[in-house]
């Protein structure tokens, strides 16, 4: 088992939900957190709150991943005992909106590409070359179910986790021969902000999406991601595909009158 003390993790979007269960799990471990995402002040509690309870090192920063040139400083500028991340969490990602392509709301559309792709290559684009340069690293992104079906009025956001699907196999070929580890963390329908977000806060419809059924939590997926990293380093996990039990495809959900 890969010990995890001690470990540079970068997350994005440890703000809420997979981001932030999955920090704690980690900060149980003794790895040092950078915690990333555009609310800073959540980030600023957590940290505090990881360093009281499992006396780890935390570093919140403030990003937006799709703003190209800020990861860039970012990263570039992290201080150099933070500097060499072990592990990335590619984990910020985003739906917004539910409609037929014909009826599809541009800025939506531009917002998920900007965030869920775009994004996540900043990133990796920043944090990669150090972890090849070291020979040594392991990048963790979070996909979804969405990744490999396709849903009604699910189009763009499905599109985005298809190519983080791609994108996982291509990190995985591109850093081959090297040290470094990818996996994909691929959850069905898990009970976060996420459909929150996705109906811009209407917390009716999004309430709606978890009624009489028993969705993942956030930490059901932290644990997939943790145990991934903590595999002997003859190990790549992947890809994990984690569903509800009341869940056997995206639209096959188990629910009590
Ligand atoms: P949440 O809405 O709870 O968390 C999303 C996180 O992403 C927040 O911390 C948010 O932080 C961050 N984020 C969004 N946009 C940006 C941005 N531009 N820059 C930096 N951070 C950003 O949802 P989940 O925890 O559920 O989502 C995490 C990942 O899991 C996403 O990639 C999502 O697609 C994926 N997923 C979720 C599933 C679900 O059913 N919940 C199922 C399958 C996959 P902030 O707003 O502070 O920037
Ligand atoms: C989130 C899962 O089914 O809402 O990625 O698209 S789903």
New binding site residues.
Partial sequence: MQDLKDKIILI??????????SAVEFAKLGAKLIL????KD??DQLAARLIKEYKSEALAIL????NQKDVQKAIDGLPAEWADIDILLN?????RGLEKIQEGVIQNWEEMI???VK?LLYVTRAVLPGMVKRNSGHIVN?????GHEVYPAGNV?NAT?HA?KALNKAMRMDAFGTNIRVTSV????????????RFRGDSEKAQKVYQGTR??Q?DD?AQAVVWSCTRPSRVNIEDIIIMPTDQAAVSMVNRKQ
């Fill in positions: 994005t979007g440890a703000s809420s939900g997979i981001g932030q269960a990333a995402a555009r609310r959540r980030l990003l937006d991943v799709r984990n910020a990602g985003l739906s900007d965030t869920n994004g979070i996909g979804s179910i969405a956001y986790k983080v691929d959850p069905g329908m898990a009970e976060t902000e996420f459909s929150l977000v969705p993942l956030a997926i």
